[in-house]
């Protein structure tokens, strides 16, 4: 799933991704994103920190507090080291700044799907 407010944006990162075989989602605001994450059981979210009515650590924590594990990916345009410092605090995949290359993103990506799969093959997983 990729919740970013910018359709445009999400479309770009959704694009730069799908040669990885995945199925993507794109939501643009947390009530959608809420609604998809009780129907089907995503492996991965790419969070945007700054969406409309609440923030993506907003959204992240309600996450937690309902036991919900889903991995994240959070990006943001803000330049506060607060953000990445709470965001951690959630236990997030990864922490990145807008603007970035496409390449990076999808790098970090399938570092995460690698170390996951390696994890899980050896005894070792996630919450």
């Given amino acids: 799933m990729i919740l970013e407010d910018e359709r445009l944006l999400c479309w770009v990162l959704?694009?730069?991704l799908?040669?990885?075989?995945?199925?993507?989602?794109?939501?643009e605001n947390a009530e959608e994103a809420f609604r998809f994450i009780e129907k089907i059981k995503f492996h991965l979210m790419i969070l945007d920190?700054?969406?409309?009515?609440?923030?993506g650590?907003?959204?992240l924590s309600i996450l937690r507090k309902r036991g919900i594990t889903l991995p994240v990916i959070m990006m943001t345009?803000?330049?506060?080291?607060?953000?990445?410092?709470?965001a951690t605090g959630l236990d997030i995949v990864?922490?990145?700044r807008k603007?970035?290359?496409?390449?990076?993103?999808?790098?970090?990506?399938?570092?995460?799907?690698?170390?996951s799969c390696r994890d899980r093959s050896i005894g070792r997983h996630r919450p």
């Fill in 14 to 16: 959704a694009e730069n």
């Fill in 18 to 27: 799908v040669d990885m075989a995945c199925s993507i989602v794109c939501v």
């Fill in 49 to 55: 920190y700054g969406l409309p009515g609440m923030t």
């Fill in 57 to 59: 650590l907003d959204l």
């Fill in 77 to 86: 345009a803000a330049n506060d080291p607060e953000i990445e410092e709470r």
């Fill in 94 to 96: 990864h922490f990145f």
């Fill in 99 to 115: 603007p970035f290359g496409s390449y990076m993103l999808k790098k970090i990506v399938q570092t995460y799907f690698a170390t």
